[in-house]
């Protein structure tokens, strides 16, 4: 069963077509890779989905009901949780108030949602953390904050803005892994990813974008064969 | 770590400093205690214009401080509680009490109704829509014959001092004790509602409202309610102060000055911070008040001027105000634990 269809989605920003008429579905339960050159709309994507940009066009089908055009506030009840490229944490709050404010999202008492956001601090390896203030924190313990914030809000459909993106080499294993136990927890994920190595070894499906169009969809080993998507993206390397 | 976990969820919730907790006992002791050593009437003054004032910079930094949206007619709301109560009265003779709630009824009113086209407008310009809504009202209540227009409303005189008329002929005393339990009250409820989820949710959309949008926080609807709030607190005040000096006229109820003043203050002392209006106000008010004892009833220019110089100071060497002064763990904003 699908968790999201989209539909012919189109936007255009002047006269650029940042995307245009793209289709997929994300199954129950998978990781759906996004790769594509910078440009190609991937963030563009997400945001048409998570109601940051209205679409000119086109349709978001999420848990069997028409989003399309909804404010985020209302996506994310919807059940959608987003991280964003350039991180947002609260900065001047601590980690454990960050992850309560998204526990706000389904809490009304303000200590469930403080013990549902240790679970989930918990969860995300940096328990230890949890009284420091965001702007104290690495580039990898912010992206898991934000992963923890977005998760605190209970989302069915996790969607990742390039997870691994400027965190070093050491730390990127960690968060590979923190994002398939987040998929053995039940998490639907769409994960826009740079590293190719990661992105074919943890998704189900991968979508690839180009100049805003769709240009492949499939399973990891079709996709990394496929003629479109080495042209425009893995690079081909002449054998004499 | 399963340890840390468990460990993490019997730590209490709020971080209860001891420094704090004895120093705010001993201010209360002090405040309650105060009238009785025979301050005499300037110092019962100057301590009611501290609590009033500490109560409308409170209500600033709500707006301000916690949701991040700058008011710069914030006055308006002064005035509206003390016209509210001041007519019921002189009308109708409706007790001040009863005025105090259609004040803060009208205020939250008010504020919904200004803040639904307003705060939908980024930053600047509902600072600019709140100066203008601010002069705007003066405007209105100059020409407004029911309400005096621009001599005002007199309070009349009851014959002896009374609770349920909110005057007191013979003594400052009564005085202070009505401000000091408005003070109280307003600082407790401030503090509750800066650690309820409403608190956090203000503080998410004033430091990133689009990754507060990500987490289900409707962004205008925080901002009107936080509005709303900060008009309900600022309206008694105009209520208590009418009562007080038993005159309302638009030149000093809706003056600039007003709304000028509770953002000096707060800022001053912290903005953002629970106490930083108070520090803001124990400064200046008695500033502003010795100010005009040596320099006559014209002094407030004079005090106007320090403040610009004391302001640019904070500006350039403490943005965060003279709270931060303080050693840290005093003061840090009710840390969860």
């Known amino acids: 069963m699908n968790i999201l269809s989209v539909e012919g989605l189109g936007k255009s920003f002047g006269g650029i077509r940042a995307n245009h008429d793209i289709s997929f579905a994300i199954g129950q339960g998978e990781i759906l890779g996004i790769i594509g050159p910078n440009g190609a709309g991937k963030s563009t994507l ?28 209302k996506i994310c009840n919807q059940g959608i949780g987003r991280t964003f490229q350039k991180l947002k944490p609260f900065a001047d709050l601590t980690l454990l108030e960050n ?30 953390k949890r009284h420091h203030f965001a702007r104290e924190l690495s580039t990898g ?24 993106g400027g965190v070093d080499q050491r730390t990127i294993p960690g968060l590979v892994a923190l994002i398939q136990k987040m998929k053995a927890s039940g998490v639907t994920i769409a994960t826009i990813e740079h590293n190719i190595n990661i992105i074919m070894e943890i998704s189900d499906n991968i979508l690839a974008l180009d100049q805003g169009q769709k240009i492949a969809f499939g399973k990891p080993a079709d996709i990394q064969n496929d003629e479109r998507v080495i042209d425009a993206y893995l690079g081909r390397v002449d054998v004499a | 770590m399963e340890n840390l976990l468990s460990q993490a969820r019997q730590e209490p919730l709020w971080n209860t400093n001891r420094n704090i907790v004895v120093g705010l006992a001993a201010l209360s002791l002090f405040l309650v205690v105060f009238p009785l050593f025979g ?4 110092y019962l003054h100057l301590m009611i214009m501290i609590f009033m004032y500490a109560v409308m910079s409170q209500s600033w930094n709500v707006i301000a401080g916690l949701s991040g949206q700058i008011s710069l007619g914030h006055g308006a709301f002064f005035g509206i509680g003390a016209y509210a109560s001041s007519y019921l009265y002189v009308q109708y003779g409706v007790s001040p009490w009863l005025g105090i709630l259609v004040g803060m009824f009208f205020a939250g009113i008010i504020a919904i109704a200004i803040g639904i086209p307003m705060l939908r407008l980024s930053g600047h310009y509902f600072a600019i829509a709140t100066l203008l809504i601010g002069i705007s009202i003066q405007v209105i209540f100059q020409r407004w014959e029911m309400v005096g227009a621009a001599s005002g409303l007199w309070i009349p005189l009851t014959d002896e001092s009374s609770w349920s008329a909110l005057q007191f002929h013979d003594s400052k005393m009564p005085y202070y004790y009505l401000f000091l339990g408005f003070f109280v009250v307003t600082y407790l409820l401030v503090w509750r509602l800066s650690s309820s989820k409403i608190g956090f949710r203000l503080r998410a959309v004033r430091d990133d409202p689009q990754a507060a949008s990500s987490l289900g926080i409707d962004i205008s609807k925080y901002k009107i309610i936080a509005y709303a709030i900060s008009a309900v607190i600022m309206a008694p005040m105009g209520s208590l102060f009418a009562q007080y000096i038993l005159i309302v006229d638009p030149e000093r109820m809706f003056s600039l000055e007003i709304s000028i003043m509770v953002l000096l203050m707060t800022v001053l002392g912290g903005i953002g911070n629970i106490w930083g209006p108070l520090l803001g106000v124990a400064i200046l008010i008695p500033l502003s008040e010795y100010t005009r004892i040596y320099f006559g009833g014209t002094g407030s220019a004079v005090d106007l001027i320090l403040y610009g110089l004391i302001l640019m100071l904070i500006c350039v060497f403490r943005p965060a105000g003279l709270i931060s002064l303080f050693p840290k763990h005093w003061i840090e904003r009710e840390k969860q634990r």
């Open chain 2, 39 to 42: 301050p005499g009437p300037f």
């Open chain 1, 46 to 73: 997400f945001d048409l989905i998570t109601g940051y940009t209205t679409p000119d066009s086109g349709k978001v089908v999420f848990d069997g009901k028409d989003i399309t055009g909804l404010r985020p506030d």
């Open chain 1, 141 to 164: 313990q912010r992206k898991r904050l934000e992963l923890a914030r977005a998760m605190a809000t209970e989302p069915k459909l996790l969607l990742m803005d390039e997870v691994t």
């Open chain 1, 99 to 128: 992850v309560m404010i998204g526990a706000f999202a389904r809490e009304n008492d303000i200590r469930h949602a403080r013990d549902k956001a240790l679970e989930i601090i918990d969860f995300v390896d940096l328990i230890e």
